[in-house]
């Protein structure tokens, strides 16, 4: 295929197995979801099924959590902590790419990533 976007995916498939994540990934393009913004990711939760959203903080200035809870789904900001890792002898530089603690950590990175998840971080019980 000609597009980044199939590439991307494939990486992103790769290093999800690899992790042992078994979430089920679906391209929101294959949906039909109409909106823009909030609306459109309320409709995508909505169509899917999902009782929870997980927002990056940069979204902050932009997504307006409500709307997510009008509809009976339970909003977080994941205000994670880039944890710290051996990177090798040069020290340590945080926010690279997942590449970086794959290459240095292997089958342990997934319990790395998970120690930048606030120890308070959790939804209701119905939303997991």
Excluded at 36 to 56: F, H, P, W
Excluded at 96 to 117: A, E, F, Q, W
Aim: charged share 20%.
């Amino acid at each position: 295929s000609p597009f980044l976007a199939d590439l991307n995916i494939q990486i992103i498939s790769s290093i999800t197995r690899f992790l042992g994540i078994k979430t089920k990934l679906v391209r929101s393009s294959t949906l039909t979801v109409s909106g823009k913004k909030t609306d459109k990711l309320v409709g995508i939760c909505e169509t899917l099924g999902a009782r929870s959203y997980v927002a990056n903080n940069g979204s902050m200035p932009y997504i307006v959590p409500n709307k997510f809870e009008k509809k009976g789904i339970d909003f977080v900001f994941q205000n994670f902590r880039h944890p710290i890792y051996d990177q090798g002898k040069l020290g340590f530089l945080s926010h690279l790419s997942i590449l970086d603690v794959l290459l240095c950590c292997g089958h342990n990175s997934i319990d790395i990533m998970r120690v930048g998840r606030p120890k308070d971080w959790r939804l209701s019980e119905r939303g997991g």
